[in-house]
């Protein structure tokens, strides 16, 4: 199975692509989608779609994995961002990837064994993909259980259940 992890930026977007076998989690690739320095804005996020939408056409994964947006003391840098997420939940909801989205907080705690410090961009994306691959057991044995008919209760009889 192949995950794509993004750690989105309205000024870099890091992206990172992680096979997961049952052996392990092998790096396919990784890198900063690309975006002229010092454009405007509004063709940045254009460059976002683009260089996200030729990723998953090219690495065709099974799953992304989106950084959530953070506190940020600055409102301007905070609404940027969402912009840029945005983006990247348009691409990924068209391209029909299932999307789960992590806080920095569940990001670092699950990549502490890793050894990896602060990292930024495509770092940061190696980070949320792994958070996402060790998440996929227990989202899997969820799934299962939900699927699974509860059983009904009967009155009257021992222990309760049928």
């Known amino acids: 199975m192949k995950i794509l992890g993004i750690d989105p930026g309205s000024r870099a977007t890091g992206y990172a692509v992680l096979e997961l076998s ?4 092998a790096f396919l690739e990784g890198g900063v989608l690309p975006m ?16 996200l939408e ?3 056409g090219r690495c065709r994964p099974d799953e992304s994995a989106v950084e959530d947006l953070f506190h940020a003391l600055n409102s301007r840098s905070a609404l940027r961002l969402a912009h840029a997420r945005g983006v990247i939940l348009g691409v990924l ?4 990837l299932p999307i789960s989205e992590y806080t920095p907080l569940q990001v670092k705690k699950a990549v502490s064994g890793y050894g990896f410090a602060e990292t930024r ?7 949320v993909a792994l958070c996402h691959a060790q998440a996929l057991p227990l989202r899997r044995a969820v799934t299962a259980a939900e699927k699974t008919p509860a059983q009904k209760y009967a009155p009257g009889r021992r222990g309760g259940f049928r």
């Open 36 to 51: 002229a320095p010092g454009s405007p804005f509004t063709e940045r996020l254009g460059a976002i779609g683009e260089g």
């Open 121 to 127: 961009d495509a770092s940061d994306a190696v980070a």
């Open 22 to 25: 049952s052996t392990g989690v």
């Open 93 to 96: 909801a068209r391209a029909r």
């Open 54 to 56: 030729l990723l998953v």
